[in-house]
Each structure stands twice: as C-alpha cells, then as structure tokens.
C-alpha cells in the first residue's frame, strides 16, 4: 500500500467520524428540542379541545400560554363560519371567554402601537390572555439588557401598565 492511499484513507475515516459526529449532535438537539415543547403541544392539544366544547374551530392560527396574575391559555383562529376569532381559557378550564378578533386590535397591530410609542426596544415575544377582568396583549421588548413588559387592552390598545424589567 502507497503512502498516498494511506493519506486517502485516513481523509475518508476522518471525514466518516466528521459526518457522524454532526449527525448526533443533530439528533440530540433535536431530541432536546422535542421533550421541551412537549408542555406547550399538549397545552395547545387541550386548549383546542376545551374550545371545541363551546364553539366549532375551523382553524387555529396562534396559541398563546399567558401569566400574569393567573394563567391563560389563548387561541386565535376561525371558527366554522369563517369568522376570525380569539379564544381565552383560564387554566382551570371554567369561564371560557370567545370574542370576535374584529371586536380588537390584533397582535401584528399591538405590535404596531409598541413599535411607535418605544422605537428603541425590539419585540421580544407577544402573547394574549387576561389581566384584571380584561383581555389584553402582552408586548415584551428588550433593550440593552432589560426587558419591558407592556400591556395593550385589546379592545383599542390603550397602554394598561408598563412593567420594567424583572430581575
């Protein structure tokens, strides 16, 4: 055996070890990635489920786990007739609250009014669920390091608190 056939196997089983080594750091992310969802599919699941007693969801676009001063879990989608709708459900299950989006402002617009009021802070996450007896939208940013959390009422997007970062 030459020298050169040498060098050519050793590039071939280096490259060999490169490509399966790859494929299991893609495996095990992607198997870290899949048990760490698992609460927020479930959620979802029976958000779905809990809607589905009350109104006829053609489709779900957003899903939304919101705390605040309790937990919510939101929906936002079409319901049977083709008319967009938003879906609030306390994690209780009781009190499902079922809005027409028409009746508020939507996340691309809560977003909007964020984007304008505070320029300088970028859009973190967005959610939707209740504070105080009212839907709202929760609008997190991020500037430098600190992060703010604005809470819009979804009938017309009028500032409701502002919360400073939380450290």
Do not use: C
């Amino acid at each position: 055996m030459s020298q050169s056939d040498s060098k050519e196997k050793k590039a071939v089983l280096g490259l060999f070890i490169t490509i399966v080594g790859l494929l299991l750091i893609i495996l095990i992310t992607s198997l870290g990635y899949i048990r760490a969802s698992r609460p927020m599919r479930q959620a979802r699941a029976e958000a779905i489920e809990l809607a589905n007693q009350h109104v006829k969801l053609a489709s779900v676009d957003q899903f939304y786990w919101f705390t605040r001063e309790a937990t919510y879990f939101s929906l936002v989608g079409e319901d049977a007739k083709g008319q967009e709708i938003v879906v609030i459900i306390p994690k209780s299950g009781e009190e499902i609250l079922i809005k027409k989006q028409e009746e508020g402002i939507t996340e691309e617009e809560a977003k909007g009014i964020v984007r304008t009021e505070f320029p300088n802070e970028r859009i973190k996450k967005v959610t939707l669920g209740m504070y105080q007896e009212q839907i709202v939208w929760e609008v997190m940013t991020k500037v430098s390091e600190e992060e703010h959390y604005y809470l819009l009422a979804f009938s017309d997007g009028a500032l409701i608190k502002s919360i400073p970062s939380i450290e």
